[in-house]
């Protein structure tokens, strides 16, 4: 039997209130040898937090996916000039979700914004927007091809992730305006790009029952077709949610 794999879909109040997850997640997860099953947030659930825990066992792992802005409010700040569109019902059942798969011990990939959830869900905070707080920094919102590379970064020796990709520098796409920093208690960095962002996270081991939890600032789903590399991610998420590890 495929291992089910969670993911968290989007919810557009102005799209007709309709239920959004791209199907980049999905592609990615059936090649890699899971089911995807969308966990679309609601204004109808009562509870958060019993809604996460039942939603989570549907599956063997959850994939956060990419989308708006986190509410600031989840890590203390009021909103920057710059912050994004929010959706605090998405981020509700997202924060519910990833702080129960990380007390379970669910493996969970967080993708963009899926990473950025999860290192808030877990105690972090954000940079709410890269060019105003590190002028120097790179452009890490590049009009461009979804697919296409546009910054190097470097993956920590030694870390999940560079066992999984077995690289120690890598082109990646950039869809982001925001960025992970300080990192949750318990996470440590798996890459960097070359202006100091924060590309990639992961749990510590040894850091409670969770031994794969790990997030990545680009989107690897748009990439595997033609960079077969990236698939190596969703395929471990697949992996250790059959209990394998990297
Ligand atoms: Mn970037």
């Known amino acids: 039997m495929k291992p089910v794999i969670i993911i968290s879909a989007d919810w557009r109040e102005e799209a007709g209130g309709a239920i959004e997850l791209g199907n980049w997640y999905v592609s990615a997860v059936i090649q890699a040898g899971g089911i995807p099953l969308a966990a679309p947030p609601s204004e109808d659930f009562d509870d958060f937090e019993s809604a996460a825990s039942d939603i989570l066992s549907a599956g063997s792992a959850l994939l956060l996916s990419g989308g708006p802005d986190v509410d600031p409010c989840f890590f203390g700040q009021g909103p920057h000039r710059r912050l994004g569109r929010v959706n605090p019902v998405r981020d509700q059942l997202e924060m519910a979700l990833a702080r129960h798969a990380?007390?379970?011990?669910?493996?969970?990939?967080g993708i963009c914004r899926g990473m950025q959830l999860l290192n808030v869900a877990a105690g972090g905070g954000l940079v709410q927007d890269i060019q105003s707080s590190m002028p120097k920094a790179l452009c890490h919102?590049?009009?461009?091809?979804?697919?296409?590379?546009?910054h190097w970064v470097t993956v920590v020796p030694g870390s999940m992730l560079h066992r999984i990709l077995g690289h120690d520098r890598i082109r990646v796409n950039s869809f982001h305006h925001q960025a992970c920093s300080p990192l949750a208690p318990g996470f440590v960095q798996a890459a960097r790009a070359d202006d100091g962002v924060v590309e990639a996270i992961e749990l510590q081991p040894g850091q409670g029952p969770s031994h794969f939890a790990l997030g990545v600032q680009?989107?690897?789903?748009?990439?595997?077709?033609k960079f077969p590399l990236f698939l190596r991610l969703f395929e471990a998420l697949v992996k250790a949610a059959q209990g394998g590890m990297p």
């Open 102 to 109: 990380l007390k379970r011990g669910i493996p969970v990939l």
């Open 141 to 150: 919102f590049v009009q461009a091809p979804r697919a296409y590379p546009t």
């Open 218 to 225: 680009w989107h690897p789903e748009c990439m595997f077709r």
